[in-house]
């Protein structure tokens, strides 16, 4: 088996074929020849590169081709808490005995992240050092200082979820409170569903429709419209139903819908995030309800549907990361 410098993260990586590679830290992942030539020619930054192999990890793509490297480039950087979840359920994932003792080596993170790895360690104990290196690329860390601050400082001591173990550095095992939180604290991490909520006057329905829901597709989650008559507007099962399996929602409260209000109430109360959206003009009047006045509201404005698309997009990938829903589509006749 001959390794060599993944293009996108630097870490150890097989060239299983043509263009396919299988990265330690990336995942296996498919490079067309005139990309690759295109890697070669960039000088990525760290974040960059655990950016890239972050986004690639959780969305395996087909072939990459040179257009995709500037937008892969550009993918935003998730939340530190959302960097820390992803590592947790990775952590119970590979260690699903309560009690446990996780396996994480501060030695061979370091040695992988400064490409100073020992050849003959390399190649007799793959299997840990691919551990290791998935473990730097599910945490989307930027640098070994960086894993052992989500460990030591987020996980460990700020939210008790890890609780140290031994004398060995990173040595730890989960907590209960940590088991506590990935059986019920944080609901539908693996949906790729998201309610829309708002009131549905026709033209509200089209901007739910053609922009926020194709913004959402396009970060790869299911958007549910579940749509009613404005001057009705019951609270209906199947809008609960859609909640209780979103991944998280979105809440337009642009022409002040009570639905709108109580859905992403709803949402918070069942502990599932909640993007406000509302038209401009609306914020600056005032009209939203004072209790959620005090939130990050992402406004829109008609004719600037784009910009509103870009900022939609960047606040949902870096919440919630890439989803992995695709829509099936009917092949071209
Ligand atoms: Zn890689």
């Known amino acids: 088996m001959a390794l060599e410098k993944c293009l996108i993260c630097g870490f150890p990586s097989e060239h299983t074929g043509r263009e396919d590679y299988d990265c330690f830290r990336c995942g296996k992942i498919r490079i067309g020849s005139m990309a690759a030539i295109l890697f070669e020619q960039l000088s990525l930054s760290p974040r960059e590169r655990a950016n890239m192999s972050g986004a690639l990890r959780e969305n395996p793509q087909p072939v990459m081709i040179p257009g995709d490297v500037e937008r892969l480039r550009n993918t935003p950087t998730p939340s530190v808490g959302q960097r820390a979840d992803k590592l947790l359920f990775f952590l119970q994932k590979q260690w699903p005995t309560a009690g446990a003792v996780l396996d994480i080596q501060p030695g061979i993170v370091g ?8 050849p003959v360690r390399l190649t007799t104990n793959t299997k840990s050092y691919r551990l290791q290196a998935s473990i730097c690329g599910v945490a989307w860390a930027e640098s070994d200082v960086e894993v052992g601050f989500i460990l030591n400082d987020y996980l460990s001591e700020t939210k008790e979820f890890l609780v140290p173990f031994g004398n060995r550095t990173w040595g730890f095992k989960i907590s209960p409170k940590g088991w506590d939180y990935l059986e019920h604290g944080s609901p539908n991490v693996e949906s790729t569903k998201v309610l829309i909520a708002g009131r549905f006057t026709p033209e509200l329905l089209k901007f739910y429709t053609d922009v926020i829901g194709k913004t959402v597709e396009a970060c790869g989650y299911e958007p549910i419209i579940v749509g009613e008559p404005e001057s009705l507007e019951p609270i209906t099962d199947q809008i609960i139903a859609s909640i209780r399996k979103s991944r998280f929602v979105v809440s337009d409260l642009t022409k002040q819908s009570n639905g709108a209000y109580f859905e992403g109430g709803f949402a918070k109360g069942l502990g599932l995030e909640v993007i406000w959206t509302c038209l ?37 990938e870096a919440n919630f990361g890439k989803g992995k829903f695709k829509r099936v589509q009917s092949a071209p006749q």
């Open 280 to 316: 401009e003009e609306e914020v600056a009047q005032r009209k939203v309800h004072f209790d959620v006045r005090g939130l990050p509201i992402l406004p829109w404005k008609e004719g600037e549907e784009n910009d509103f698309c870009k900022r939609l997009q960047n606040r949902i």
């Open 111 to 118: 040695d992988l992240f400064r490409q100073n790895c020992d």
